[in-house]
T-cell receptor, first 113, second 114 residues
Framework: DAKTTQPPSMDCAEGRAANLPCNHSTISGNEYVYWYRQIHSQGPQYIIHGLKNNETNEMASLIITEDRKSSTLILPHATLRDTAVYYCIVRVAAYQGAQKLVFGQGTRLTINP | DTGVSQDPRHKITKRGQNVTFRCDPISEHNRLYWYRQTLGQGPEFLTY????????KSRLLSDRFSAERPKGSFSTLEIQRTEQGDSAMYLC????????????FGPGTRLTVT
């Protein structure tokens, strides 16, 4: 799987949008961008994934650049419960063979009151 | 609560003892994964099953580790002759084999080897 680069930590004020960047300059055409987060002492939680179009769900939005070399996860109105480590993962679709998730160090996001 | 449960949540054992962890996946999920996470690091893949077949094992899974999923439902991960380096959080996840394939993780079992 392609490697990703994320800032080790970020801060955001409660109620503001949190924008978490991820670089994946070696991404292949058939690789998806997945985001998971891990709240302290819990297992990782799936947030969103996308291939090339922007995606939105009830948790977040995912913006992928046109060249697909980077992406941004947006939490539109961050709350204290969004404090977590956020992982950006690049992988092929599971039906194409890759099953495991390869986690990097992630970004530790702290939401401040 | 994702619907994936793990037991026990915490285990303290002495070096050299054997330990076994259990994972119960979401009932309709036919894929089950084990990961290990040490302090300050992201989870690392250990192995995965599709139904009862173990289809991939990481080189991290030494011969002291064995995983089973005998009836394609729950899974067990056994560590024999534990070492201090085995201290970690052991995470289980499950997914469907079709659709969007996202993995749902359990709360983990924290192992401390003294």
């Amino acid at each position: 799987d392609a490697k990703t680069t994320q800032p080790p930590s970020m801060d955001c004020a409660e109620g503001r949008a949190a924008n978490l960047p991820c670089n994946h300059s070696t991404i292949s055409g058939n690789e998806y961008v997945y985001w998971y987060r891990q709240i302290h002492s819990q297992g990782p939680q799936y947030i969103i994934h996308g291939l090339k179009n922007n995606e939105t769900n009830e948790m977040a939005s995912l913006i992928i650049t046109e060249d697909r070399k980077s992406s941004t996860l947006i939490l539109p109105h961050a709350t204290l419960r969004d404090t977590a480590v956020y992982y950006c993962i690049v992988r092929v679709a599971a039906y194409q063979g890759a099953q495991k998730l390869v986690f990097g160090q992630g970004t530790r996001l702290t939401i401040n009151p | 609560d994702t619907g994936v449960s793990q037991d026990p949540r915490h285990k303290i054992t002495k070096r050299g003892q054997n330990v076994t962890f259990r994972c119960d996946p979401i009932s309709e999920h036919n894929r089950l994964y084990w990961y290990r996470q040490t302090l300050g690091q992201g989870p690392e893949f250990l192995t995965y099953f599709q139904n009862e077949a173990q289809l991939e094992k990481s080189r991290l899974l030494s011969d002291r580790f064995s995983a089973e999923r005998p009836k394609g439902s729950f899974s067990t991960l056994e560590i024999q002759r534990t070492e201090q380096g085995d201290s970690a959080m052991y995470l289980c996840a499950s997914s469907l084999a079709a659709g969007s394939y996202e993995q749902y993780f359990g709360p983990g079992t924290r192992l401390t080897v003294t």
